[in-house]
């Protein structure tokens, strides 16, 4: 009988991984009891430290995991939320004899010929790939962004494991149904492992923000490109956080310019960035912004696009029976006037700036890292009073990008018009043309229609 070694080294990979996070995990749990033993919380703010470094050192998901199951009303103390939702990865990047094993695999004996120059220290290390500054042979600057291995292991791992908290969680408390979530997240994990698939998000991203100059996304290069390798144009900008004490006006066009990038593909087109937090930006010298990464691309159906829009006017309109039908073409099923009273104070939060008529910042007095945590809980708490609620996959990214947003906004402490800002996005919506744009527009970058379009 001939053994299935590639199955059995998968096999062995998921179990290393889920040993080594395991391990770390472990490593807080038994700091967390010692504190409990003292007689303070386990899972504190300082625990959520321990968590949030452990979690930052380790490469792959398990990070971006962590944040989703912090956006989860309910799951987790608020300390402990804050924590995870700000969490970076800190893992330092792969030295240059993995860089040129990994080259090897990707490109062949010759690869370093294929550059005009190839800089084997990485420029930035992150949780899926590293990526180095490169010179093409025309002279165009480069940047070649390199999977580490066996990361096709690690999201099974993570995944797993999420989706084990998930069922705990729902055994300890039913009120968030959070089966789709966890679908939702695994298939967007696995579509982050696919760098072809990234460089067709670029293409598609570069179509649909055409028309702003205050926006840049990379080019890439198909000749250098392959599932696990992708080449792109170098952008050169500063880190969004280097703003953050620059004149009001800077901040606002910068604050102007994310708020286009995530709302007009949206709006025009079906498409979110899902994961919009501050080190998938930079800022140019002219002002401008540089989109940097488009792992974590979801699209939608035309007929989702008008349910979230229709959703706005009905709050706006303080219209429970148009709110109800918007909320059913999101998904959420078993919809009554219960479940739509407390699902409106989310949409409420979400559509406030929006709503809004005049120049404000988005929420008074509340920090990035706070921002939607009391929120989420409070609907929780009303939630679990009327007997709780399935969460449709839609909703998944569309909540945590749009907390991400605001997030960002609210770090740069912008000063918009945000209702006006989102007219424009929406005055002329009609889904029929949207059909027509995204069928259209997704055919020549090469992505595939979103389910039910």
Sequence with gaps: MVKDTDNEDGLVRRLSRFARVSAGLSGVAARGAGRALAGTQAMSAANAADLTRVL???RGPVMKVAQFVATVPGVLPAEVARELIQLQSNAPAMGPGFVKRRMMAELGADWEKKFKSFDRNAAHAAS???VHRAVAKDGTLLAVKLQYPDMGAAVQADVRQLKTILQLQRSVDGTIDTREIGEEIAQRLAEELDYAREAAHMRLYRAMLQDRADIAIPVPVPALTTKRLLTMSWLDGRPLAAIENADCETRNAVATALFKAWWRPFARFGAIHGDPHLGNYSVREDGGINLLDFGCIRTFSPSFVEGVIDLYRAIQRNDEKAAAKAYRAWGFRKIDPELVSVLNMWAGFIFDPLLDDRVRIVDNGVSA???G???ANDMHAR???IGG???????VFMDRAAVGLGGALIRLRAELNFHNLF???IADFDVTALAERQRETFKAAGVPLPEGA
């Design 56 to 58: 930052g050192n380790l």
């Design 128 to 130: 899926l790939g590293q």
């Design 369 to 371: 890292a706070e921002y």
């Design 373 to 375: 945590l009391k929120q």
């Design 383 to 385: 939630l679990k009073k």
């Design 389 to 395: 609620v399935r969460v449709p996959r839609e909703f």
């Design 423 to 425: 007219e424009e996005e």
